[in-house]
């Protein structure tokens, strides 16, 4: 079964708006992975969350998790055309290190 | 240090044609992964090796994907025949716990077309 899936499917913005990316999963996790795929390219590991953490930064990125909810969000402040790219999160599966993928959020930044 | 490196990037094959894909991990990491993203939907887990032992082998689809990973470095997927529905991304990642932690690097992907 789907674990992690974000909303939205797609976000287009202008420039130097920032972007907000959910994501919703089913099970218990140990951590919580954002990653970023540019259009023909391979995963790039943004940022990860444990558990017991219910916030984290990373340059332009906050990611927030609420496990009551089973929720994730991710924000791009400032967001540049750079950012353009698939947002996928991903939690712990069955075996270690088992990641489980939502369908992803497709964000347009326009310049 | 070099990354997880995927070859080819790119394959269009026939329907029933055998196509074989490859992946370096990242040197010294036990563990590797294969995924797949068919279009428009989720990237979805493949299998795990940790060194050359199928750890995992539960989202292989059916048995015309055949994974190896002789002696515990690169590891080879194998499709033969390839359908229709075998087209899309396949990813391969590579892991070392450390620390607790097991971050997975992925490759750039290999796109698979099969027409």
């Known amino acids: 079964s789907q674990q992690g899936e974000e909303d939205p499917q797609a976000l287009s913005i202008q420039e130097g708006e920032n972007a907000t990316m959910n994501c919703s999963y089913k099970?218990?996790?140990?951590?919580l992975q954002w990653y970023r795929q540019n259009s023909g390219r391979g995963l790039v590991h943004l940022i990860l969350?444990?558990?017991?953490?219910r916030e984290k930064h990373s340059g332009r990125l906050r990611v927030t998790l609420d496990t009551s909810k089973k929720s994730s969000s991710l924000l791009i402040t400032a967001s540049r055309a750079a950012d353009t790219a698939s947002y996928f999160c991903?939690?712990?599966?069955?075996?270690?290190?088992?990641?489980?993928f939502g369908k992803g959020t497709k964000l347009s930044v326009k310049p | 240090e070099a990354g997880v490196t995927q070859f080819p990037s790119h394959s269009v094959i026939e329907k029933g044609q055998t196509v074989t894909l490859r992946c370096d991990p990242i040197?010294?990491?036990?563990?590797l992964y294969w995924y797949r993203r068919v279009m428009g939907k989720e990237i979805k887990f493949l299998l795990h090796f940790v060194k050359e032992s199928k750890q995992d082998e539960s989202g292989m689809p059916n048995n015309r994907f055949l994974a190896e990973r002789t002696g515990g470095t690169y590891s080879t997927l194998k499709v033969q025949p390839a359908e229709l529905e075998d087209s899309g991304v396949y990813f391969c990642?590579?892991?070392?716990?450390?620390?607790?932690?097991?971050?997975?690097?992925f490759g750039q992907g290999t796109r698979l077309t099969v027409v």
């Open positions: 990642a590579s892991s070392q716990v450390y620390q607790g932690r097991t971050e997975a690097f």
């Open positions: 099970t218990s996790i140990n951590n």
């Open positions: 991903a939690t712990n599966g069955g075996s270690q290190g088992n990641l489980i």
């Open positions: 040197s010294g990491h036990d563990n």
């Open positions: 969350i444990r558990s017991n953490e």
